[in-house]
Structures are given as C-alpha cells and as structure tokens.
C-alpha cells in the first residue's frame, strides 16, 4: 500500500528550502540541496513532495537503471548490448521516485557489486544493482546524512557529479549511468559534515521551527486536515499542485535557451571574492542556481528578489567562520551585494 504524500503546495513557510528543491528539480546539475534544522520543519516532508511535481520518466522497460536512449551518459552496457544485437527497447513511463539511502548501507549496497568468480570463470561481468542504479534520473534521499559513513558519502557525491557510476574489484569494471536530485536532510545538533563534503553539495538551507503564532495555526491545520482525510487534503490542493508542476516542466524546456551573461558572471565572481570563498564551486553554483530561477519565472536572467536567497543558499556551506562571529555568512555584506545585481530581462 502506497503511503500518501503531504502536498508540496501546502506547506507552510520554508520558502529557501521549497525554493532550493524546485531549482535542482529544473537544473539536477546544480548539485544537490542540504537541508540542516531542527527535526519537525518538515524537511522529509517537502523531499516526498517534490517529487510528486517532476515530470513523468520516459524509461527503457525491465532496465534496472531506469535508461532513456536520449540521455546525454549514454546506455547502461546491458541496453547497449541490446542496441548492438539490433533489439529495440521498449519505452514506458513511470513517475520520479525518491530513493531512500540508509544509514547503515554498506559501499556495495550503495554502488553495486561484481561477482569476481563468475568474470575469471566466464569472461562476463555480472553486475549486481546497487542503490545507485535505481536513483538513476530519480531523487536520492539521505536522511541523517551527517551520520552517514564518510567514506558513502565521498561516494555518492564523486557520482552526482560525474554522472557515472564506476565500480572496480580485482581488476574488473563495470559502469552505468547515474544522474540523480541528491537531496540531505540533517540536525546540526547531532554532529557536523565535514568541510570537504559540505562544499559538494551544491546549495545549503537552514530551516527553523515557524514561530509565527497565525503559521503555526495553518501548519496544526493542515497537518490534521491531512491526517484525518489525506484525499480530501490532496484534491483540496491538487489545482496549486497542477500549475506548480507545469511551472516546473515549462522551466526545464526553457533552461538550456538559457546562458550567462557577462553581468552575471562578473557579479558571481564578485561575490565570491569579496566573501572570500576557497574553491570555485561557489561562483559556479551560483550561476546554475539563478540561471534556474531565471526559468522558473520565464526570463533570460534572475530578478533581484531571487538573488539574495540564491547567493545564501550557494554560500551558507562554503564560507568560514571568523574568530568571535557567531554566524559564517556576513548578512550586511550579502545585503549590499544583492543590491548591485542588475534586474533580470523578461523573454
């Protein structure tokens, strides 16, 4: 029995984080969204959600991989082997599935496994999926991932950004396509990711309990509303939920019309070096992220209103604490700089 899914139209608040999750859902590229706060602010909530509002996959049927011939990795070898010998693929469509990982999974789990003895004995490569295969072009979840091995999650973040999963033992390999929303949810309370792994995520959001009295009455409302009736609450939503998913596919048709201009560029770097950010990922993200809000509202670039948000959520993880400040992020020189991006363009 399939669990019903909270209406990602329904949540309450958490604007940073719904609009984290919406632009890695119209650019996976981006790198993925780390979701820190406290447990309760529906973080797994509006994962669950999302996913409901990403178009339908078009997948090679029975293909453990979730192949698509136009995908830009190429086949799985097996699908490819199919092509080769002449046999067609059969295409269906399925809905985005989130992926869970848990904690306890081991690296063969995660990556998959090769039966060594079956390659020396035959020659062939028997590949056992692993948690990877079945993320492919889907959401791949990680619930705690501070608590995660950190070695699982070099892993998992080595594949989202080469888009390829490559398994070696004893000489043998064996490699399949894997292209995934990498979406970690965490509690700063019960530990740190290590800096390292922070900077591979591609935007990070804090989320706190809404204090708000009228908020706290909408999110007691519905959430009960949900629980006594979850169809009445999902139809009840299913118009905001409709328009929200058109919104989302348009944006991804729009996306790679879209390039930087000279003025978004300058002003990524800007920020990066007055912020004074190790690396290039920031400047990169940045870009990505804003190019995605550019789609989101049918524009060439980002308006002024995204890009505050857009740089917070690319610099959050990647700027240093200084002795004596509370917070890494300087709010008033984030201010400031928000203030010189030129308004965006309408198509």
């Known amino acids: 029995m399939k669990r019903p899914v909270f209406p990602f139209s329904a949540l309450v608040g958490q604007d940073q984080m719904k609009k984290a999750l919406i632009y890695n859902a119209i650019d996976p590229s981006i790198g993925g969204v780390l979701i820190r ?13 999302i996913a409901e509002l990403l178009p339908q996959r078009l997948v090679v049927k029975g293909c453990p991989f979730a192949c698509y011939p136009d995908q830009r990795e190429g086949l799985c070898p097996d699908c490819r082997t199919k092509v080769e010998r002449g046999e067609g693929l059969q295409i269906v469509e399925t809905s985005t599935p989130v992926v869970d990982l848990p904690l306890n999974a081991s690296e063969d789990r995660v990556v998959g496994s090769l039966d060594i ?11 056992q999926p692993g948690i990877l295969a079945s993320a492919h072009r889907a959401i791949l979840y990680v619930d705690e991932v ?9 892993v998992l973040l080595d594949v989202a950004v080469t888009g390829i999963n490559l398994v070696e033992r004893e000489g043998v ?37 809404e204090q708000a009295r009228d908020h706290r009455k909408e999110i007691a409302r519905r959430a ?13 939503w299913q118009a905001a939920q409709e328009v929200l998913r058109a919104e989302i596919g348009k944006s991804r048709e729009l996306l790679p019309t879209l390039t930087p201009s ?6 990524a770097a800007r920020v990066a070096e007055e912020m004074k950010v190790d690396g290039h990922r920031a400047e990169i993200t940045m870009v990505k992220t804003a190019l995605a809000a550019a789609a ?25 604490r200084l002795p004596f400040q509370e917070k890494a992020l300087d709010v008033k020189a984030l201010d400031r700089l928000a203030r010189m991006f030129p308004e965006g363009r309408h198509l």
């Open 117 to 127: 003895e079956a390659a020396l004995k035959t020659g062939q490569k028997v590949f």
């Open 173 to 209: 390999s064996y490699a399949h396509p894997c292209r995934f929303i990498l979406v970690g949810t965490m509690n700063p309370e019960e530990g740190e990711l290590r800096p390292q792994l922070l900077d591979r995520f591609g935007v990070c959001v804090e989320v706190q309990t």
């Open 224 to 236: 009960l509303a949900f629980q006594r009736d979850s169809e009445g609450a999902r139809l009840e």
């Open 296 to 320: 989101f509202r049918g524009q060439q670039e980002p308006a002024r209103q995204d890009i505050r948000a857009i740089m917070e959520m690319s610099l959050r993880h990647r700027v240093k």
């Open 262 to 267: 000279e003025e978004l560029l300058d002003f």
């Open 146 to 154: 501070n608590l995660l091995d950190d070695h699982v999650v070099d």
């Open 37 to 49: 706060g406290q447990k309760g602010t529906a973080k797994s909530t509006a994962v669950r959600g």
